[in-house]
Every structure is written in C-alpha cells, then in structure tokens.
C-alpha cells in the first residue's frame, strides 16, 4: 500500500496525557499537513511541513500542540496534557509539493479522551 | 479570503437516478478546485480537481464536475447513482501564501435508497 499511512487508527488517552499521532507520507512526497476533523466544525487545516521545516502552523491552537517532520521517519503531532476538547479525527495528507498540488489524506486517528 | 460553500447538508437520491452535489467558491480569480469522498470511518479520497482548462473534469468513480465561472459553482454531478456512493462529499480550494492549505465546504451527505 503506497498510500498515507497513519497510526494509530484509534488512540484512547486520560486528560492530562500525551498523545502522539504518526504519519507516513506517499512515496515521494515530502510534503505532509495535517487536518483536525470535529464534528460540529468541520475539516480544518493545522499545520504544514517540509523535512525538517515547519511552513505554515496558522491552524495550531497556540498551546499544547506541537508538530515535526523528521529528516528520518514519520511526521509526529504531539499533544500534551490532553482536554476532553481535543477529541476528534486528526488527518494527515501529503503532496509533492508544488503549490495547488491535490492532497492524499490517510485514514486519520480516532482520538478519544476520557 | 478563498472559500467554499455547499449548501445542502443533506441529500437523498435512488439508487440509478442522477446526482448532482452542489458547491460555490469565493474567490477573485480562476480558483483551483477538489472534490474529496469520506466514508464512514475512513479517510478522505480526491475524486477530481479542476485547475485550468477545460471547465469539464472527469473524475473517478463516474463522477465530473463542471466549473461554471459566470456561477462561481464547481458541481459535482453523477449520471447513475450506485448504493456504494453513499457518503460524505467535499469541495475543497487551497488557499494561503504557498497555496497548500486546503478551506473545505462543510460536507454533504449523501444518502442513496434503494
């Protein structure tokens, strides 16, 4: 499968923990973002980066969230000290990287906080 | 800024008839457009994007979508509709300095009798 894989698919976590959301983007691509989907708001965008660069975090919430993609491995988005509003679907999509270019999106992690 | 808006938050079709989902977009000039399918519990698949040219776009599964400048409307349009078509569709339009950060509609769900 040469798709975007991401693991877990679903990540159950007490308020207070951390939570960490993996991302493999498709072969050859080295461009990855990631998506937050609740349900009364939608798809919105979070983040994008580059190896090691992060472009445009406009849609991070300013505490809490963190967000890398290594020279080496998966692209990691981190939350500490979870709420209870932090549980959504969480997308990652990857492109080639030119501007405009069609996103894929892997299945997404089912983050539930107890 | 650049959006998208679908109006029908719901739509029911039988199975074999036609379908077309609706979508307007905000923007100034010749915008680059996506149509995206979410079913249940899964991620999001591009079924076809419009970035110049001709204003027909022939997508997968059977779907096109035409752009309609004079409307500011990219509808997605089915001839036939099958039982597995039932899902959650996007339109969707990349905005921001990079142009990689995606502005979805709010979703219509389409539901298909059989």
């Known amino acids: 499968n040469a798709g975007v894989m991401q693991n877990p698919r679903h990540l159950v976590r007490r308020r207070g923990q951390e939570a960490r959301l993996r991302c493999s983007p498709m072969k050859g691509h080295s461009h990855v973002y990631w998506y937050r989907q609740l349900p009364e708001e939608g798809l919105k965008f979070m983040v994008y980066l580059q190896k090691e660069n992060i472009i445009d975090e406009s849609g991070m919430p300013k505490e809490r969230f963190s967000a890398e993609f290594p020279k080496e491995g998966p692209s990691i988005l981190r939350i500490q000290q979870v709420v209870r509003g932090d549980s959504a679907a969480y997308f990652c999509?990857?492109?080639?990287?030119?501007?405009?270019?069609?996103?894929?999106f892997g299945d997404g992690t089912r983050l539930s906080i107890l | 800024a650049q959006s998208v808006t679908q109006p029908d938050i719901h739509i029911t079709v039988s199975e074999g008839a036609s379908l077309e989902l609706r979508c307007n977009y905000s923007y100034g000039a010749t915008p680059y457009l996506f149509w995206y399918v979410q079913s249940p519990g899964q991620g999001l698949q591009l079924l076809l994007k419009y970035f110049s040219g001709d204003t027909l776009v022939q997508g997968i599964k059977g779907f096109e979508a035409e752009f309609k400048r004079s409307q500011s409307s990219f509808n997605l349009r089915k001839p036939s509709v099958h039982w597995s078509d039932a899902a959650e569709y996007f339109c969707?339009?990349?905005?921001?300095?990079?142009?990689?950060?995606?502005?979805f509609g709010a979703g219509t769900i389409l539901r298909v009798k059989s």
């Open positions: 969707a339009v990349p905005t921001g300095e990079y142009g990689n950060k995606l502005v």
């Open positions: 999509a990857s492109s080639r990287g030119h501007s405009n270019q069609p996103q894929h």
